[in-house]
DNA sequence: TTAATGTTTCAGTAATTTCTGAAAGTTTAG
DNA sequence: CTAAACTTTCAGAAATTACTGAAACATTAA
């Protein structure tokens, strides 16, 4: 199973990116190309696709199954699992932007949170600068999971009408300014 | 130089999560360490509270230096080189997104394009499918590039109503839906 | 059942990333 | 200039992370 050449590259490019991503390597390439793929991939193909052992598939399979961004497909009368892409790739990415939303800024906020609370009343355990601060990154990690909650519940045709206006967030806000009389 | 319990539970936090937020422990554990120390520190006061290598600091400060996280203030008649914040939570935050915008979009939108570009008229390069999925990521990377350029404009002011609205973009968008006749 | 056809696990190995500390480099007071 | 006071670099060591492949496990057709 040789891949098209232009589709080797970016196969390979997801794999090179994969760190930067939240994922390894093999996740990041084997995401790449069942994304990319009509059909559904089996271990085999994909292992012929990429030269990785069958141990690293089933573990990146796993992993990306735990990200929600793959499911299992079976085709009666054949034992095989095929692999494809869980949702189109707006619903590939609020599931990237929520998990890692869910790991990148969850646990700082609920640390920070609790650290805020028991040195509210306690000037002997924080200094007043670093609880400044701390208060500061806190509400600010707070304000983006807002947004990601709110991203969640965008469907595609939000996105699209976001698209066609060409800016984002400040003209929005812009806007508001204009059509809101205070 | 030992560090306020509380503190250090913080910035140990930062140091688990940096390879989360793109970089290496020491880079995290500074971080924190500067920004939620009102005075300016030298290598020195790091060092001892870390307990990290004069060279790991080094490299470290370079790196923070790199991302715009961090400057050097000197004290007038003192050789030494002191690390303060390079501005607000809300600044450090911008100064954060706008460089993971540009190492974990930037490269892969550039070869999306090139690709899209050189397989346009050219139906023997691509599969059809892997084409329009590959537009589809291109598209969506582009909006979130635009997002953040826009980010970037916005000052604190505007960070502040948004946060008053209590929600994000959905709810701002079905404000514009209900705002603007069509 | 059972044998064939798959998948998963995991111990050991390989690859990659990070850290140390000594040597080289830089800056400035005198 | 020179030497003291710092900072940076970088080769090798340590720590971490990823990968392989063989053995264990699971499922199903016959």
Known sequence: MSLNEDLQAIVYHFGEMASRWGFNRTV????????????????????QSLNISRG???????ELQSWQLIRVHREP???????VANGSIWELAQQVMSERSKREINPTLS????????SENDD?????????????????????TLWFADVQNMKQ???KALMKMGAGVGKV??????????
Do not use: C, W
């Open 28 to 47: 990041g390439q084997m995401l790449g190309l069942i994304v990319l793929t009509e059909e559904p991939l089996s271990a085999e193909q994909i292992g």
């Open 56 to 62: 690293n598939i089933s573990m990146a399979a796993k």
């Open 124 to 144: 002997s355990r924080l200094p007043a600068y670093s609880k400044q601060q701390i208060q500061q990154v806190h509400d600010l990690l707070e304000l983006f």
């Open 77 to 83: 009368g054949d034992r095989k699992d095929y692999y």
């Open 111 to 118: 640390l920070m949170r609790t650290q805020l609370m028991t």
């Open 173 to 182: 806000l812009e806007l508001k300014d204009k059509l809101i009389p205070r």
């Open 157 to 159: 045709e939000h996105i």
